[in-house]
């Protein structure tokens, strides 16, 4: 009778850990990279053939309308960072783009949700097309200024590159909302995200 009894402990138990092991394969993971890999890329080549295309086609002082006045595009260069701060500080900028590098990198080697292979992937994508111009475009490598060209309602200017950060960043908000972490799991669980309702039940149980 014991024996029969400790049975579905026994199941319940290996039920509630198989999750976080299968998983977290070698396999699962390289997937992982490569679909952050492949969201860097694609936010990092957007952003710089719209740049090329801007520099191109616009004019600088002579909006083009998209959405009225309230979407337009206006090419300007951006020495600072959002809204044009810190325009005397392009080193210090181009400095924190660097440490925001090793920051995903370091990041990216616990990766184990795909919400994060997409966050992580927006941001590197979009840290890499800003970084760029602060090392190859005018004046000079490493005060190179920002080409910002999409101007919204008046109040600022951006890019493509600013886009997928601020994608990012949201998503990186609604996963710490849930609870999820870089490594798929959530803390006062012990569940991997997207282990599905099988994995509540056995939580529960």
Do not use: Y
């Given at each position: 009778m014991q024996d029969e009894a400790g049975a579905p402990l026994t199941a319940a138990d290996a039920s509630t850990s198989t999750p976080d092991t299968t998983l977290d394969t070698p396999r699962d993971r390289r997937g992982l990279f490569l679909l952050l890999a492949t969201v860097a890329v694609v936010a990092y080549v957007?952003?710089?053939?719209?740049?090329?295309?801007?520099?191109?086609?616009?004019?600088?002082?002579?909006?083009?309308?998209?959405?009225?006045?309230?979407?337009?595009?206006?090419?300007?260069?951006?020495?600072?960072?959002?809204?044009?701060?810190?325009?005397?500080?392009?080193?210090?900028?181009?400095?924190?783009?660097?440490?925001?590098?090793?920051?995903?990198?370091?990041?990216?080697?616990?990766?184990?949700?795909?919400?994060?292979?997409?966050?992580?992937?927006?941001?590197?994508?979009?840290?890499?097309?800003?970084?760029?111009?602060?090392?190859?475009?005018?004046?000079?490598?490493?005060r190179g200024h920002v080409v910002d060209f999409i101007d919204y309602f008046g109040l600022f200017i951006g890019n493509v590159a600013d886009i997928a950060i601020v994608s990012a960043a949201v998503l990186i908000g609604l996963l710490a909302l849930r609870g999820v972490g870089v490594d798929g799991k959530r803390p006062h669980h012990g569940r991997h995200e997207g282990s599905g309702a099988g994995t509540d039940g056995a939580d529960h149980g």
């Open positions: 957007g952003d710089q053939v719209t740049k090329v295309v801007a520099l191109r086609q616009l004019t600088p002082g002579e909006p083009v309308d998209v959405v009225g006045e309230f979407i337009r595009l206006n090419l300007i260069r951006n020495a600072g960072a959002a809204f044009s701060i810190a325009n005397s500080a392009t080193w210090v900028l181009t400095l924190i783009a660097f440490g925001v590098l090793v920051f995903i990198l370091r990041t990216a080697r616990r990766i184990g949700s795909r919400g994060w292979a997409w966050a992580l992937g927006m941001l590197l994508g979009g840290s890499l097309g800003n970084l760029t111009d602060r090392m190859l475009r005018e004046p000079a490598p490493g």
